[in-house]
């Protein structure tokens, strides 16, 4: 288990730069953005990551991750597929599962499935893509491929069901 670990925090390192805020029920505030998301119950694990993301959680039994990372910059008019691939820097042999538009926050946002290995494990991602009033959210939810991760997208499902951004 700890070599899964090291690996999940592998794959938050290679995800978004985040900051140092707080989290209180569903609200997450920084000083560059302010959101709401569903919550995660147990068996998820709240991990403290500053500095790489600004929500985190781990769930062992499963050895998934789920982040979230946003960053406002009115100059990040960058398009969502774009964004998407910047998130798979340090991933390889990547396999696009799926790929679809759909509605989030009153925006359109980008939804990614796929399979890919960073240094050489194989991971199976869900990865969401929105732009919203000149900030860029990204969510992602990184598993051992499989039916781990038919598991945990439900629980990704419902984090992503609670976003709300002014």
Not at 25 to 33: I, L
Not at 124 to 148: H, T
Request: charge should be negative.
């Amino acid at each position: 288990m700890p070599r899964a670990l090291a690996i999940l925090g592998c794959c938050l390192a290679a995800l978004g730069c985040g900051g140092s805020g707080s989290l209180t029920g569903q609200q997450y505030r920084d000083g560059e953005a302010s959101y709401r998301v569903g919550l995660l119950d147990s068996p998820w694990e709240r991990l403290h990551v500053e500095d790489q993301n600004d929500l985190a959680w781990s769930r062992g039994d499963l050895r998934a991750i789920i982040q979230i990372n946003a960053s406002c910059d009115p100059a990040l008019d960058i398009p969502l597929v774009a964004l998407t691939n910047h998130l798979l820097i340090g991933f390889t042999e990547r396999e696009i599962e799926s790929q679809e538009l759909f509605p989030m926050a009153s925006r359109e946002a980008l939804r990614t499935h796929l399979r890919a290995k960073l240094d050489g494990v194989p991971r199976e991602l869900a990865l969401v893509v929105l732009k919203k009033d000149g900030c860029v959210y990204d969510f992602a939810l990184i598993v051992a491929p499989g039916p781990s991760f038919e598991r945990a997208r439900a629980d990704f499902d419902q984090v992503l069901g609670g976003f709300s951004a002014p």
